[in-house]
């Protein structure tokens, strides 16, 4: 059974730094298209960062240079470094998986994932 187990998720202050992980079972990620997403209350969920099966990089425009998507593939591990934090990055971050990876570069930030964890709480104070 697939499975994507979030972790990582802290509050911090305004310019500070988090990394967050996503461990996965019974798929491979080194084949796989990933991704974060967050949803804050009231807001709608939005993708964040992703990243191909080839390693090609999206970022939406709000954290691009801030935030760096990576693979760990020995790990079969997705994660998000996130610096220089801003109070409008407080939300729910989730991540999201679909393989085998037969997305567009330019659809991986809005492409209906198969696969989804549970979620890590981000909360950034100013």
């Known amino acids: 059974q697939v499975q994507l187990g979030e972790s990582g998720g802290a509050a911090v202050q305004a310019g500070g730094s988090l990394k967050l992980s996503c461990a996965a079972s019974?798929?491979?990620?080194?084949?796989?298209?990933m991704a974060w997403f967050r949803q804050a209350p009231g807001n709608e969920r939005e993708g964040v960062a992703a990243?191909?099966?080839?390693?090609?990089?999206r970022y939406t425009d709000s954290v691009r240079g801030r935030f760096t998507i990576s693979k760990d593939n020995a790990e079969n591990t997705l994660y998000l470094q996130l610096n220089s934090l801003k109070p409008e990055d407080t939300a729910m971050y989730y991540c999201?998986?679909?393989?085998?990876?037969?997305?567009?570069?330019?659809?991986?930030?809005?492409?209906?994932?198969?696969?989804w964890g549970q979620g890590t709480q981000v909360s950034v104070s100013s």
């Open positions: 999201a998986a679909e393989e085998p990876c037969a997305v567009n570069a330019d659809s991986l930030l809005h492409f209906p994932y198969n696969y």
């Open positions: 019974a798929f491979t990620v080194r084949y796989s298209c």
């Open positions: 990243i191909g099966d080839d390693d090609t990089t």
